[in-house]
């Protein structure tokens, strides 16, 4: 044994001093690296030093400081509080939060229809499949940008004016202002029946924790769904009642050429909501078809041959396995609906780009903007990709 | 049964009946859904044929379309010309449309996955040279045509088919980076790749439109139409390098071991036995990163390039054709949808054809 070893090393020490430095693959791998270091090196000192003597001929200053100067801009809707005299920095947070909010709603609506789609593609009417696969077909196949503005169009020079506003519900409006609707006057009740929920949901959580303990010590089974629908439901509306059930609505009126009251969302939001919902949905249904199409039959034969009920075998057996497929295509399209929101600056939504975009045009500071654009947009994606990481690990496949 | 007796194909294969029934009436269900199906298309297709064929007006001047409750196509059919073309100038029209023929010619030809070889490349190279021909002028006594004229389609396509061509290579080179055991170079592709991934497109052509030029010596301008390239070659590769890793994924360790064993080095490895076999496997999600490129050209519009969205956008904002912007958009739409289309069913043949190989 140690001759041999002994010999080997003799080998080894052999071939190191036989092969050249060029031939030998690790140094040859450093030195490789070194270089490709070295060429993006020069290249972005070369491009940072022709910035800043450009920046520098053409007197731009840098840095963060314009934030803290008064925007003296408008914002067109803000879901807080905004004048043109706030500063920048408040400016870019109102445009965040504007993309936040056209992105949430967006995503919520856009799982909804693409689910509904999604299942109606695979439906076992035929008119009902091929109307979906036509609908996911063509909205595919034409670019977000366009349908936005198609939207748009039609919002601004295809519907009346605010006097012969549309009226397809009472106290809803359609009009070229966007779509106005009635709203709920704020009442101390809510705030208690809002109470209300969330102590219900806590109950719901101690409910499910006992009846799983019930259900492995004995066996009986509780209608955990039901008795926590129920809950969910007549809890709150429960308190509601018992404060005299009060509904005061913000009903809108026209007066003069525009309405007062009631709220409403701007043609803008609408068509950028309108435009990022059915563009993503097509490929939300793709994605949730493949998913269920996934899971199969054999799954379902067996779950039932086991003797669990439909609900059961939705919920335990296909549900978990079809969402393992579903859910990493379908974070990528909700970041895709996110980052498609940026095409709100075309039609003149106040989203981050837009507002950012506005802020570079007065203040000069390119560099600075499109880097917080970025910035946010990076935010967004990574914390979404550190949250897909999480759900791959713990959905992922034990095998043995 | 007994022997002999006739048996009956199932009703359901053969009458119209039969059909109906079992793909339209199978359930209470299936009938409910029919007939409110049915519904809906009843209240909205006739209105929108009236709409569209019927009320509407093909070749009128504008005035004529105010007083009709139809379509007014003729927004599309007055100003043909320029939506398509743009500022290149109107009696050199023919070049870009010969340019798109050729070009068209030579997607159509290359669609067949038999006539992929190298006679193809060379057909491409010739294609592309009389393209750039066409385009440029300045030789053969065509007059030279500024680069800042070129507009609508053309400029589509040209965004489009180089931002793919060009992006395709530095695509797989990324990919081989990020699975690359140089840890210096897998971290600056990773780098690379989930950077642009993780911002929208329009960030990198505002940085294309307004930064570029900062980074550029003095006295040296770049047309703007090359920095929105530009912008989009770096955003569609990143693209193309997370497909391609896919394709370098799927292939099994023992084909890199028997190409090892063979004494073949890592470039040879690469060209001869991993990469044609990853790059095959890709070609179908490869050509939806085409699709995905081609209608994210539309987004130049942000930064004022004269795309064919925006030379339409350009006829609605003259007075006389001022809302008529459903029309146009919709001719638009349709525009887009046969391109997409096209390759979308390419895409789909080939990848039948991929299956059935393996």
């Not at chain 1, 979906?132 to 198609?150: K, N, S």
């Not at chain 2, 292939?251 to 001869?272: D, F, V």
Request: charged fraction near 15%; charge should be positive; aromatic fraction near 12%.
């Amino acid at each position: 044994m140690i001759a041999v070893s002994k010999q080997s090393i003799e080998i080894e020490t052999v071939r190191e001093e036989s092969v050249p430095f060029w031939l030998d693959t690790k140094k040859r791998a450093i030195f490789f690296q070194i270089l490709v270091l070295l060429i993006v090196g020069v290249i972005v000192w070369y491009l940072a030093s022709n910035t800043i003597e450009n920046l520098h001929k053409q007197k731009i200053a840098t840095g963060f400081g314009f934030l803290h100067k008064p925007a003296s801009f408008e914002i067109g809707e803000s879901p807080i509080p905004y004048s043109s005299s706030d500063t920048y920095a408040k400016a870019l947070f109102v445009g965040a939060l504007n993309t936040l909010k056209v992105s949430f709603i967006g995503i919520v609506v856009t799982v909804i229809l693409g689910t509904f789609i999604g299942i109606a593609r695979l439906s076992s009417n035929w008119l009902v499949s091929k109307l979906a696969a036509t609908y996911i077909e063509v909205m595919q196949d034409i670019p977000v940008l366009l349908q936005l503005f198609f939207w748009y169009a039609i919002f601004y020079e295809n519907l009346p004016p605010p006097r012969h506003a549309i009226s397809p519900i009472k106290g809803v409006y359609l009009c070229n202002r966007g779509i106005i609707f009635p709203r709920l006057e704020y009442h101390p009740a809510y705030g208690y029946a809002l109470t209300m929920l969330g102590i219900t949901c806590i109950g719901i959580w101690l409910l499910r924790k006992w009846a799983r303990k019930r259900q492995e010590a004995t066996g009986k089974t509780f209608p955990l769904f039901r008795v926590s629908l129920a809950m969910v439901i007549g809890f709150p509306v429960a308190v509601w009642i018992a404060f005299g059930a009060p509904i005061m609505m913000d009903v809108p009126k026209i007066r003069g050429f525009n309405f007062t009251g009631g709220a409403s969302l701007s043609p803008e939001f609408m068509a950028l909501l309108l435009g990022l919902v059915l563009y993503t949905s097509a490929f939300v249904a793709e994605i949730v078809r493949a998913g269920i199409q996934s899971v199969s039959k054999g799954q379902w034969e067996a779950a039932l041959a086991l003797g669990l009920s439909h609900a059961q075998v939705l919920r335990l057996v296909v549900l978990p396995q079809a969402l393992r497929v579903i859910v990493p295509p379908l974070t990528s399209q909700m970041l895709n609906l996110t980052k498609n929101s940026s095409l709100a600056v075309a039609i003149g939504y106040p989203d981050f780009v837009s507002v950012a975009n506005t802020t570079i045009n007065q203040t000069g500071q390119a560099i600075e903007g499109v880097a917080l654009i970025m910035l946010v947009y990076l935010t967004f994606s990574l914390s979404t990709s550190a949250f897909m990481n999480w759900y791959n690990k713990k959905v992922k496949l034990v095998e043995r | 049964m007994e022997k002999g007796a006739e048996v009956k194909p199932p009703i359901s294969d053969t009458t119209i009946a039969g059909w109906l029934k079992k793909n339209l009436f199978s359930t209470k269900l299936n009938s409910f859904l029919t007939i409110i199906t049915l519904y809906y298309l009843w209240k909205t297709i006739p209105p929108f044929v009236k709409w569209a064929f019927l009320d509407s007006a093909w070749f009128t001047p504008p005035q004529m379309c105010r007083n009709i409750d139809g379509a007014c196509w003729s927004v599309i059919t007055k100003n043909i010309r320029f939506i398509l073309f743009g500022f290149f100038p109107y009696d050199q029209q023919w070049r870009p449309l010969v340019a798109m023929l050729v070009l068209f010619g030579l997607l159509y030809y290359s669609k067949e996955r038999h006539r992929w070889n190298r006679r193809l490349i060379y057909y491409w190279g010739v294609g592309l040279t009389i393209m750039a021909i066409l385009m440029k002028g300045g030789i053969f006594g065509l007059t030279s045509v500024e680069s800042t004229k070129w507009s609508g389609l053309p400029l589509t396509l040209l965004l489009s088919v180089f931002g793919l061509t060009a992006a395709y290579p530095l695509g797989v080179i990324l990919a081989l980076g990020r699975q690359s055991k140089m840890p210096a170079v897998k971290v600056l592709s990773i780098v690379y790749i989930e950077l642009i991934r993780g911002v929208p497109l329009i960030s990198l052509l505002f940085m294309g439109s307004i930064i570029f030029p900062l980074f550029l010596p003095e006295g040296i301008t770049i047309s703007k139409i090359l920095r929105a390239q530009v912008a989009i070659i770096l955003f569609t590769a990143a693209y193309i390098a997370e497909v391609v890793r896919g394709g370098l994924q799927a292939i099994p360790k023992g084909q890199y071991e028997a190409a090892a064993s063979l004494g073949l080095n890592y470039y040879q490895t690469m060209r001869l036995v991993v990469l044609p076999q990853a790059l095959k496997i890709v070609i179908p999600p490869t050509v939806s990163v085409l699709i995905s490129a081609f209608k994210d050209t539309s987004l130049v519009v942000i930064i004022a390039l004269y795309d064919v969205l925006k030379t339409t956008q350009t006829v609605l904002s003259d007075p006389h054709w001022m809302g008529f912007s459903r029309e146009a958009y919709i001719f638009l739409a349709i525009l887009y949808f046969l391109g997409c289309f096209s390759m979308s069913q390419t895409s789909r043949k080939l990848e039948r054809e991929l299956n059935i190989e393996r």
